[in-house]
């Protein structure tokens, strides 16, 4: 089963039993996603807040939560681990990449990213809502969550035995041209890491690319994808978009949680530019 669903098969299964479609949008200018849900969101759909779905403990953003809170949040919403999952977001695919990687990594197992998101589906006249989530809580059953995740001390590891490892910003903030938008990060990218800024996985009209050209977007960047991957950006969001296209292609990869918000902030990482 692909990971990615389209907005024409979403639509015909609308009313089926068992489905459950999360708006998982997140914006990095700090824009309030929530608002936006009860503006407009896909019918029957619940708001997952990113950043409330977090490890509150950790200083860093949106950090992977335990799994036992992960179930608590995740089933308030109504979402079960055995339901179809379908995620989205309003920016078309940007962070309902990371809410499926979290959900696929606790444990559910059924969960799809809706290919080209809202806007795909507002620009074909599908209906919407308005109003807040409306959920009848269930039980999400979490589990351990394995080697999906890499911390700061497996990148290291990475690094010094040449494991790629493959940053998802923009060229201009992995050369160290232009600044983070978090304060206390430095610029650059680590040594040896590659660089594919998430958007050259997408076609013009904000859907994911398939096969060959999938590929070929991995093989323009210098990325190997039959040898061992971890995929890293900002803070641990487009980094999902590249494991979702990695998952597309049938190759597995780890995700580097901190992500530059960890790496960047610190005194101990080096650091290059250029």
Not at 87 to 93: E, M, P, S
Not at 139 to 166: C, H, K, M
Not at 171 to 190: D, K, L, N, T, Y
Not at 214 to 236: H, K, M, N, W, Y
Request: charged fraction near 20%.
């Amino acid at each position: 089963m692909s990971f990615l669903i389209s907005t024409e098969d979403l639509a015909i299964r609308l009313d089926e039993p068992g489905l459950r479609i999360v708006d998982g949008s997140w914006h990095l200018d700090g824009r309030d996603a929530r608002a936006d849900f009860e503006r407009t969101h896909i019918p029957g759909a619940v708001f997952f807040d990113l950043d409330a779905v977090s490890d509150r403990d950790s200083p860093l953003p949106h950090m992977m939560p335990s799994p036992q809170s992960f179930a608590a949040s995740v089933g308030v919403l109504g979402i079960g681990s055995d339901d179809r999952i379908v995620v989205y977001d309003t920016a078309g695919l940007f962070s309902a990449a990371r809410v499926w990687w979290m959900l696929k990594t606790m444990g559910a197992k059924q969960v799809q990213v809706l290919d080209g998101g809202l806007p795909r589906w507002l620009a074909q006249g599908r209906p919407v809502q308005t109003g807040g989530s409306k959920a009848v809580a269930t039980n999400f059953e979490a589990t351990e969550l394995g080697e999906a995740i890499a911390s700061l001390n497996d990148v290291r590891d990475a690094l010094a035995q040449g494991i790629q490892v493959v940053d998802a910003r923009g060229a201009a903030r992995f050369s160290g041209q232009a600044a983070e938008p978090r304060p206390g990060v430095r610029s650059g990218h680590m040594p040896g890491a590659l660089n594919l800024p998430y958007g050259r996985l997408l076609n013009e009209n904000g859907t994911m690319k398939r096969g060959a050209a999938l590929a070929q977007a991995f093989v323009e960047a210098g990325v190997d994808i039959d040898r061992p991957i971890v995929t890293t950006c900002g803070s641990g969001v487009t980094a999902a978009i590249l494991t979702l296209g990695l998952a597309e292609l049938d190759r597995p990869s780890k995700l580097y949680d901190g992500s530059w918000s960890e790496w960047g902030a610190r005194s101990d990482t080096p650091v290059e530019t250029g």
